[in-house]
């Protein structure tokens, strides 16, 4: 665990000397220089006492670095063509078995011939155009602005069926690993 790098981290962003920490936490400024650098397993009642005095909460500091805020630039981005209709399907970010794409389906494009299932819930937000939701017996028309969600396991069907592109905002929560929604 790097604690000492987090924190030392954040008091320099601040621009807080160790003699400033050491006089609002009441920790000497070796044994902060020592936290800093990982020489010594701080107490709760000290991480406490910095988290307090660098006004952040205590459990940021014992998160591991993958627990962190993770970040995807628009062109660090992963795409993924599906089928013959040209689905383009653009990764957004992912956590733990959190999935968020952006799903753009080209006019009268489906996801298959057939409905289809596999893990997971799914949220949609039809950002663009017209789309038919099919589950079961449930068969709705969608248009920009309106949401739905379904459990993924059970066969689901999407098509855009307006004369553009219709790009739909998906999350997939699968409780691991990601799964791709087509």
Not at 10 to 19: E, L, M, Q, V
Not at 30 to 49: R, V, W
Request: proline share 3%; net charge negative; with cysteine.
């Amino acid at each position: 665990m790097d604690i000492g790098s987090t924190i030392r981290a954040i008091r320099n962003r601040k621009n807080i000397t160790i003699a400033q920490m050491s006089e609002g936490t009441g920790l000497s400024k070796g044994f902060i220089s020592n936290m800093e650098n990982n020489n010594t397993s701080p107490s709760i009642q000290s991480l406490q006492a910095v988290a307090q005095f660098l006004d952040i909460p205590l459990p940021y500091l014992l998160l591991e670095k993958e627990q962190k805020m993770r970040v995807v630039r628009k062109e660090e981005r992963q795409y993924t063509t599906y089928s013959k209709e040209k689905i383009k399907v653009e990764h957004l970010t992912s956590k733990g078995g959190l999935t968020m794409q952006r799903v753009e389906f080209p006019p009268g494009a489906s996801t298959g011939d057939a409905s289809h299932a596999h893990e997971g819930e799914e949220c949609h937000l039809v950002l663009q155009g017209t789309i038919l939701a099919e589950q079961g017996e449930d068969s709705v028309v969608l248009e920009e602005g309106d949401a739905f969600s379904w459990n993924a396991c059970v066969p689901h069907f999407v098509q855009n069926t307006g004369e553009g592109t219709a790009i739909v905002l998906i999350a997939v929560y699968t409780g691991g690993e990601s799964a791709d929604v087509l």
